[in-house]
């Protein structure tokens, strides 16, 4: 399984390299053999000699130039990075980012060969007004995105869940993961409100092939115990 921790706005270079380092050391001495992504916030980016595989927030889709405030490839290949976050919903809600602005980055990851971690979800007022309108909604944010690209992984997160406490019940986790794996088979995460206390009823859910963490993965001893609980799960070798 795939257990990912957007940090998001939060920690300083210090505080993210000793977060690294400690996630590091619990997957050796634990023999974790699951896949565990780290995106850090920018300015804390580093080369980590890590398990853990570090990818950035967001980048611009440009080796360099003229666009302030964002970075490029430049900044990303001095780390060796390789992984990218595309199309979470603060950057499409709160910065404005239009599917033709998330397509394009998409593309442009894409032709570098990145693994890509694609965010889609709804806001609540699409969720109230029914399963189509909202699936119409979700479908859209595939738009310009090559739902078969071998690098890509794709996190389901309803906006009304992020950061909220608010979570889907398991059911319609199923019933959303089930209708999202037919629009790409790549492996399928979700994210929202996922807790120490609720990772793995969530991880257990057909079609949920790991989750992507926000406030929760702050908590080094929370985002360790949800890592625990996909390795004791292994779905994928039962
Ligand atoms: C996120 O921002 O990707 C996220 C899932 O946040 P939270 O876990 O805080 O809801």
Known sequence: MIISANLKTNFTRKQTSEYITELDAFLSENGISQDVLVFPTASALDRFEAKVEVGVQNAYATVNGAFTGEIGLEQIEEFGIKTILIGHSERRHILGETQEVIAEKFNFYKELGFKIVYCVGEPKDIREAGKDTMMEYISKQYDGIDTTYENLIIAYEP???????????????????????????????????????????ILGVENVDGVLVGSAALKIDDFKSMITDAQNLNKEDR
């Open 159 to 201: 906006v009304w869940a992020i950061g909220t406490g608010l979570v889907p019940t398991l059911e319609d986790i199923k019933d959303i993961h089930s209708e999202l794996k037919t629009k790409s088979k790549a492996p399928l995460l979700y994210g929202g409100s996922v807790k120490a206390n609720n990772a793995k009823d």
